[in-house]
């Protein structure tokens, strides 16, 4: 199935929308709605503190509350059926699947979900209406199931939240993003370790895309043998090797510089096993753009801009 081409936000207040896709469709969406001002109202987090249970949130009685007019969803909207949810202090993650129905658009139910939630808002919290307002943000993001075998991710993605916002907490310097750094003639964004940057020795990862797999693997072997020794591999990851040699990078728990096609802005935090490499301090993901939600086409023009970084990087 192709990617969904998501439209672009020209402010930051508006949110992730797909402008090619039919939201009445037979469809998988998950959904994101925060918290106004990101107050963490909806619950807390329970560390395990070394225990065996793994980091959990504990539903506030408003949580709680969220949770119910979730799982409501379907009583009203009999084609919609409730996959999955998490309730995090400051936001809500849920998966929903939508049957099809052309009378029925995903932001009708957003719109109901959200209605019942700041009911909750006003009888759980709020002195009175008057001084209530809202609880949730204005609009929400939703991500759309592109391939069959991505749900489980999904799924695995809600889960695990409680455990990255534990290790967030415990390593906030890494996961926060700065912006307006100055490396060379580029200003850039970045999440990480950034003294990543003054290790003696970085290394540029270049790989022709004409490389032959046998080829590629002679490049994983050398670059990783540098890293071994105690270089920094940088690299946008463009050429399926350049792609190879990071991801075997990453595998053997070797430091990394990541320069990334898409900004960030300041919830931004890193993925699957770059979340793990932050955490641990073998990452930092660098950005010369502005934040944008939708993936960005990598041009001929961006691919040179971000080599033109790697080796500025490895020149200081």
Request: with cysteine; aromatic share 10%.
């Amino acid at each position: 199935m192709a990617q969904p081409q998501y439209f672009k936000p020209t402010k930051p207040s508006m949110l992730r929308r797909c402008f090619e896709h039919d939201y009445t469709s037979r469809c998988l969406y998950l959904v994101t709605t925060t918290v106004v001002d990101r107050r963490p109202l909806l619950g807390r987090l329970r560390d395990s503190g070394g225990g065996v249970e793994r980091p959990r949130i504990e539903p506030s009685p408003l949580g709680e509350a969220v949770l119910q007019v979730w799982e409501r969803i379907p009583e009203i909207y009999p084609t919609v059926s409730v996959i999955a949810a998490q309730v995090m202090p400051d936001h809500f993650h849920g998966i929903l699947f939508f049957r099809g129905d052309e009378d029925l658009h995903l932001g009708h139910v957003m719109r109901g979900f959200k209605a019942g939630c700041n009911k909750a808002y006003r009888i759980l919290v709020a002195q009175s209406a008057t001084e209530a307002g809202m609880l949730w943000n204005k609009g929400y993001n939703d991500r759309i199931l592109t391939r069959y075998d991505t749900l489980d991710r999904w799924k695995r993605y809600l889960a695990e939240n409680p455990l990255r916002l534990a290790v967030k907490r415990e390593h906030p310097d890494l996961f926060r993003v700065r912006f307006g750094w100055q490396i060379g003639d580029f200003s850039v964004s970045a999440i990480g370790n950034r003294f990543l940057l003054d290790y003696p020795e970085r290394v540029a990862v270049r790989c022709p895309r004409r490389l032959s797999e046998a080829e590629i693997s002679e490049q994983v072997g050398a670059y990783l043998e540098l890293a071994r020794q105690g270089s920094v591999l940088v690299s946008p990851s463009i050429s399926p090797g350049e792609k190879t040699v990071m991801r075997a990078a990453l595998d053997a728990r070797l430091p990394i510089i990541h320069i990334d096609a898409n900004g960030f802005n300041d919830y931004t935090k890193p993925g699957g096993q770059f979340f793990e490499a932050c955490a641990a301090g073998r990452l930092l993901i660098l950005s010369p753009w502005e934040h944008t939600t939708r993936k960005q086409e990598l041009t001929r023009e961006r691919c040179l801009l971000m080599n033109r970084l790697a080796e500025t990087i490895c020149a200081r």
